[in-house]
């Protein structure tokens, strides 16, 4: 079993839709959340961090659930532009990060 | 400013060479990681600098893999007798500050290896 799991997609979504992409991790004793956005062929580059309150970011908006170990990303109102693999990253030790395979997202207009 | 950058962006190796990626981490990083992203998944840790000090190389594959940051700043990442498994694209990552903080990573836009 990985210890970050996400569904690798691809999600086909209409353009001004909702999407929601969740990723479960193993590790009970994960310190720190991210959701990552990597485009094709390209680096990963950070969307946001993930705080167990939930937070928003624009038309982000991304939820920890601890006891359940379950992290959630939504996009609202999506954009042509939001096509990317959306990846689920999870901090284990002061630097160590470890990855899920990304969900894929494609935005159809 | 300038970001973190990576050569060669491209590599093609015959199987059973030796290469050498680089890696030029953002001006005053501490942090410097390595990290290998097969087609398809994540990112995959390989090993982590504290300025010259490599403080973990538990995800190097084999003993073919060999990493060195010799004055804190750049990084090279070798690969001995480049095997078919070896393909993949190999980013390096750079941040601010060493370890015990939240910080982001900011990438390098990764040397893509083809080991034929």
């Known amino acids: 079993r990985k210890e970050v799991e996400q569904d690798p997609g691809p999600f086909n979504v209409p353009e001004g839709a909702t999407v929601a992409f969740n990723c479960t991790y193993s590790n009970s004793a994960s310190q720190s959340f991210f959701w990552y956005r990597q485009d094709c062929r390209k680096e990963p580059k950070l969307l946001m961090s993930?705080?167990?309150?939930?937070n928003e970011d624009g038309r982000f908006t991304a939820q920890l659930n601890r006891a359940s170990q379950y992290i959630s990303l939504l996009i609202r109102d999506s954009k042509l532009s939001d096509s990317a693999t959306y990846l689920c990253v999870v901090r284990v030790s002061n630097y160590q990060l470890i990855w899920g395979a990304g969900t894929k997202l494609i935005i159809k207009p | 400013g300038a970001g973190v950058s990576q050569s060669p962006r491209y590599k093609v190796a015959k199987r059973g060479q030796d290469v050498a990626l680089r890696c030029d981490p953002i001006?005053?990083?501490?942090?410097l990681f390595w990290y290998q992203q097969a087609l398809g998944q994540g990112p995959e840790f390989l090993t982590y600098f504290q300025n010259e000090a490599q403080l973990d190389k538990s995800g190097l594959p084999s003993d073919r893999f060999f990493a060195e940051r010799p004055e804190g700043s750049v990084s090279t990442l070798k690969i001995q007798r480049t095997q078919q498994e070896d393909s993949a694209v190999y980013l390096c990552a750079s941040s601010l500050r060493g370890s015990g903080g939240t910080y982001e990573q900011y990438f390098g836009p990764g040397t893509r290896l083809t080991v034929t």
């Open positions: 993930v705080y167990s309150s939930g």
């Open positions: 001006s005053g990083h501490v942090s």
